[in-house]
């Protein structure tokens, strides 16, 4: 599980790699959080590079949805890839989190 | 198989066991989905069954036959009422940290039960034509 930050403009992008599960879950949120703490309030997260989410990786994502949202900023997610897709649609999270297709639409789109 | 319930075993513990399962050479996708219901069903039986007392064990069982993938995964707990799990996807329930992993075991399996009183779960895949 990684995270690699950059920054453009006023937009912070999260790119994620590897498995997000129970045991990994911990260092995303915690990554995440310091990015939120720093006042970042247009945040994209881009799953290109996540090779399976568990129900506690689904679960932070929405903890961290629910902090940004908290602290008056917004979250795109963008890249998911298909398997992570089909369970965002299983799960309706489809209806809580906005998805792009490529980085440069989530970033175009606050 | 027994595993100690330790979470930091999950990975390693369905790694094996879809290992064994390389010589049926199924597509990435059902592998993906065997290991999601696998891991949930474990993380569920360790957390919640076993309460995370590490010396108590979780059994796996896994078997193949006739076109199907059939895994069982025990904990030594009291069960649970498995038919009172609240739906995840209802609107009132979106914004819930919990309560996805029986779900998804449910959406991605093509047959689960449990045992009464809840201690035990067993999960079928179909692979015939899904290879």
New interface residues.
Partial sequence: MGVDKKVVGDITVCSLGG?I???TSPELRRSLDGIIGQSAKKIVLDLDGVT?I???G??TL??VL?RIKREGGTLHLCRLP??VRS?FE????T??FQIYDAEETACANF | MQIKSD??L??KTSDKLLGELSALNLDD?IL?EI??AL??AL?NAIIHGNKRKEDLPVSIGLSVKDGSIEITVEDTGCGFDYRKIPN??LDEN?????G??V??IK?LMDKVNYNDPGNRITMVKHISNKK
């Fill in positions: 498995e599960n129970i045991n399976y568990d129900s506690s689904l679960a929405i903890e629910r298909d398997k369970l299983m799960t309706k999270l209806k809580l | 979470l930091k999950v990975t996708s993906f290991k999601l891991e949930e993380i995840p996807i979106m914004m819930k940290m919990g996805r992993g779900f998804l959406r």
